[in-house]
């Protein structure tokens, strides 16, 4: 056994937020930068709640290899060599993305990604441990979870507001059409798409050409058989033409008050010329502003090709039964260069972990208890230590009340995780918010990432002063009460910015208060001879009990709505209070006079 260097000590500032911004982004990149994403990509949420959640797995069986991690090397070299692999997984996404089967060849440099993003978790969380004395542990850890919140801001906040940003102008111009209702006009449209007239357009560039500007909607209602027909003939001309598949239809059937259906319009786009041969342009339509009572039921994403640009795709917004009055709202048509935006914004992320593998080459400290291994530890010594690491763990007291708080703390977070970006992303037909992709950066970028920044420095000085046992439940409440503005959101659906940036810092501070007590309910059952595989063993379980609740959460979410999928997310915060009542904490841990 030998020290690689001689043994340094620097100011844990230097380093504390850097390591733990690199531990979370690529974390968060995985998780959830991802399916925003793969939804711009138009798959579907079940699609993608099934196989990013998979992605967890490198998080859930990291502990099968954490005693080679302890033992082999230092934590110092496995930390600096996995940042380098994270940063050649990135741009590996970043090259995948415009090819054909972009959703296979991705996955794979992601599952890379995360593996190399959980062996650094295992490496980072030891080298905390060991380069921190125990109340610096609890002073910091509020720092430390700052900096990881902050990157997985970042992620959500910065980087898709990058990518947002990308999608407009590497695209297409953007169109608005303007809807009014007309009080007590009828409405008598006939589908007949060869009928259909588009106006003129000099461009040679690319331009996608709406049947009109401004379009207007009678309130007389109609029968229900003509809507259910023409809305029938709609998705199936659509489908069949290629313009979007069956599971990216809204489905959409008509409102209906007293037997019949208010008053609806059609709205066709096409391509001014032909794509080159297996070019896409892809077009997202949706409501931008204005009043609520319009709503889109069919046609929100369309994909034009070499073989239907120069056909009609059609878009159903229809009033509501209730509306009588003169309204209007404006939807927008926007046709960015999506796969270029997201593969420049992961070739970015990509130069970004070069930068952090250089930066911790040479800022990390040396710990005089960070010794490398290697050239005296043979393969039956690393066998004895596995063994001897997992039969320690599970031979604690109180292991077992541990183990379940450490499933089911999170259940309900675990799903919400999941569908929080789809649900804003999705058009208000769906029961979402129809926001953009730089709406949604925009607003976890600004007051989320304040409000989470707060939050978890606030909860690490708490922690610091009066310990792990007095504040749990405080923090337990703080990180799981904020989930209801969820539900707020579903059921009003507002038609402004301000009451989801009020609603997301709401959560955002609370998220940041509460998981201390999480994160430090992991370091104290990890203290001992094996810390950084315990550790390890911890995040691991944490990492199943967000995996299997997130692979079923796009279905659960897609059989009973978004409205009762927030709520249903809300019941499942009760097990992890009754399992606090079980947990034994020594009521110094974390404090000054501990340490």
Wanted: aromatic share 14%; proline share 5%; glycine share 8%.
């Amino acid at each position: 056994m030998r020290q690689s260097a001689k043994p340094t000590k620097r100011n844990p500032w230097a380093w504390i937020p850097t390591l733990y911004f690199a531990e979370g982004l690529p974390y968060v990149i995985v998780m959830t930068v991802s399916v925003i994403m793969y939804k711009r990509l138009g798959i579907s949420n079940t699609d993608i709640a099934l196989y990013t959640s998979w992605l967890y797995l490198p998080w859930v069986i990291k502990p099968l290899w954490s005693p080679v991690v302890d033992v082999l090397r230092t934590k110092r070299w496995w930390i600096v060599i996995m940042q380098l692999l994270v940063g050649a997984g990135l741009a590996g996404v970043a090259l995948t993305i415009p090819m054909p089967n972009f959703f296979r060849y991705s996955l794979a440099f992601l599952w890379l990604v995360a593996f190399s993003s959980a062996t650094h978790d295992i490496a980072a969380d030891g080298f905390y441990m060991m380069g921190l004395n125990q109340y610096e542990q609890t002073y910091f850890v509020g720092i430390r979870n700052t900096f990881y919140r902050f990157a997985m801001l970042t992620g959500q906040g910065l980087l898709v507001i990058l990518a947002g940003y990308l999608e407009t102008t590497t695209g297409l111009p953007e169109t608005k059409i303007a809807f009014h209702s007309v009080p007590g006009q009828e409405t008598t449209i006939q589908f007949n798409p060869q009928d259909v007239s588009f106006p003129a357009t000099k461009s040679t560039d690319y331009v996608l050409v709406p049947s009109s500007q401004n379009i207007q909607i009678g309130t007389a209602p109609v029968a229900r058989e003509k809507a259910d027909s023409l809305f029938t003939k709609v998705k199936e001309w659509n489908i069949n033409h290629g313009f979007y598949t069956e599971e990216n239809s809204l489905n959409g059937t008509p409102d209906v008050a007293n037997g019949k259906t208010s008053g609806y319009a059609l709205v066709a786009y096409r391509l001014n010329k032909k794509p080159e041969d297996n070019k896409e342009v892809v077009l997202n339509f949706g409501m931008d502003k204005g009043d609520k009572s319009f709503h889109l039921k069919e046609g929100t994403r369309f994909v034009f090709t070499d073989k239907n640009w120069n056909e009609p795709a059609f878009a159903i917004v229809q009033i509501d039964p209730k509306l009588t009055r003169k309204a209007e709202a404006t939807f927008s048509g926007r046709a960015g260069n999506i796969p270029l935006a997201w593969s420049l914004t992961f070739m970015v992320l990509g130069g970004l972990f070069i930068l952090f593998f250089v930066w911790h080459r040479f800022i990390l400290p040396r710990p005089a208890e960070d010794v490398d291994n290697h050239e005296t530890t043979s393969l039956a010594r690393v066998m004895r230590e596995v063994i001897e690491t997992f039969a320690s763990f599970f031979r604690k007291k109180n292991i077992g009340a541990g183990l379940a708080f450490l499933l089911l703390f999170r259940l309900g977070e675990s799903q919400l995780v999941k569908l929080a970006a789809p649900f804003m992303l999705d058009s208000r037909a769906s029961g979402g918010l129809a926001l953009t992709t730089g709406d949604i950066g925009l607003i976890y970028g600004t007051i989320g990432m304040i409000s989470l920044t707060i939050g978890g420095i606030l909860g690490g000085f708490v922690a610091a002063k009066w310990g792990l046992k007095k504040t749990i439940w405080w923090m337990a409440v703080a990180m799981n009460l904020p989930n209801l503005v969820y539900v707020y959101l579903a059921y009003i659906q507002p038609g402004t910015m301000m009451p989801v940036v009020a609603s997301v810092g709401i959560e955002q501070f609370g998220y940041g208060f509460g998981f201390t007590a999480y994160m430090l309910y992991m370091i104290y059952i990890s203290d001992g001879k094996y810390k950084t595989a315990h550790y390890a063993l911890c995040t691991g379980f944490m990492a199943l009990g967000m995996m299997l609740p997130g692979m079923v959460s796009g279905w659960i979410q897609e059989t009973i709505g978004y409205q009762h999928f927030f709520v249903w997310v809300m019941l499942c915060t009760i097990p992890g209070f009754i399992l606090i009542s079980l947990l034994k904490i020594d009521p110094k841990f974390g404090t000054k006079t501990k340490a």
